[in-house]
């Protein structure tokens, strides 16, 4: 028997009493884009969560193919009539038993979609202010470039941004230096040089980086790095904005006392477009 908010229920009734993720963040997840009935960068979201799940041990299934969870997810966004636009999220964890020792390396998977309004990305030039979020820091480790179900982090900082007014705050690692967002990557632009944080500093191995990376990359006159960012580098920016796969691309019209343009996101969210029409 358990106690599940003051009723005594027997334990097979609560599936959340031995489920690793939920006790002890022992599981991994990917966040899709599906429109038209295709997912977006399917390979790279393919290949990142296997290998988060080789990073934190997890034995990976036989049929765990990239054709075997393509067919999983477009089939239950039929299912939910949501094809056109939809995100998913496929969330693997380690099977009941053991505390912090497992008693095995097998997994379970859950995938769950909801609809989203716009197929094309756009860009929100809406107000959007952000700070640094300093109550708790990123470390530079191969952990924080997964997407592991510990996100205490971005859900403490998330209440700390809406609590003062805050579209979004920053994330700094262990060294201090500026790392990402809450719900995506860091870009800055200073003059003509487009940076974001490496890897190496602890910043999340985003999809939607890859992709904006490869795509700035071509734009005649834009030098692009992957260099570190200090707090006082903000300050100088012409541009920041944020990046994933469901927004696509944020600009971020100020911190502190700063202001921004948002011209180079503007194009690179219409050449992002294009690359995803062509293909």
Same mark, same amino acid.
């Given at each position: ?105 097998? +997994?379970?998977?859950? @995938?769950? &979609?909801?609809?989203?309004?716009? !197929?094309?990305?756009? %860009? ?5 202010? /952000? ?23 971005? +859900?403490?900082?998330? @209440?700390? &941004?809406?609590?003062?007014?805050? !579209?979004?705050?920053? %994330? ?5 230096? /500026? ?27 985003? @999809? ?72």
């Amino acid at each position: 028997m358990i106690n599940f908010n003051g009723n005594i229920v027997a334990q097979d009734e609560n599936i959340l009493t031995q489920n690793r993720a939920f006790l002890y963040g022992d599981g991994v997840f990917e966040t899709l884009k599906i429109i038209n009935s295709k997912i977006l960068f399917l390979e790279d979201h393919y290949f990142r969560l296997m290998a988060s799940m080789r990073v934190v041990r997890m034995e990976i299934p036989m049929n765990f193919t990239m054709e075997f969870f393509e067919e999983q997810v477009l089939n239950l966004v039929k299912q939910n009539g949501i094809s056109d636009s939809a995100r998913a999220r496929i969330t693997v964890f380690r099977n009941d038993g053991g505390l912090y020792l497992p008693t095995t390396n097998e +997994v379970s998977y859950l @995938i769950h &979609a909801t609809a989203l309004e716009n !197929a094309s990305y756009g %860009l929100n030039t809406a107000e959007y202010e /952000v700070d640094l979020y300093k109550d708790f820091y990123v470390t530079k480790q191969l952990l924080s470039s997964i997407k592991t179900t510990n996100k205490m982090i971005n +859900v403490t900082g998330s @209440i700390f &941004a809406h609590e003062n007014g805050l !579209a979004n705050c920053l %994330l700094v690692n262990d060294t201090k230096n /500026v790392v990402e967002g809450l719900q995506g990557n860091l870009f800055m632009l200073t003059g003509k040089k487009l940076i974001t944080p490496p890897i190496s500093e602890g910043c999340l191995n985003g @999809i939607m980086r890859k992709q904006i990376l490869a795509i700035a990359k071509k734009v005649e006159g834009i030098e692009v790095a992957e260099e570190v960012i200090s707090p006082f580098d903000l300050q100088k920016a012409d541009e920041l904005f944020l990046t994933n796969v469901i927004t696509g691309i944020q600009p971020i019209s100020k911190y502190r006392k700063k202001e921004f343009t948002s011209n180079l996101a503007h194009l690179l969210v219409q050449k992002l477009n294009e690359s995803i029409s062509e293909n």
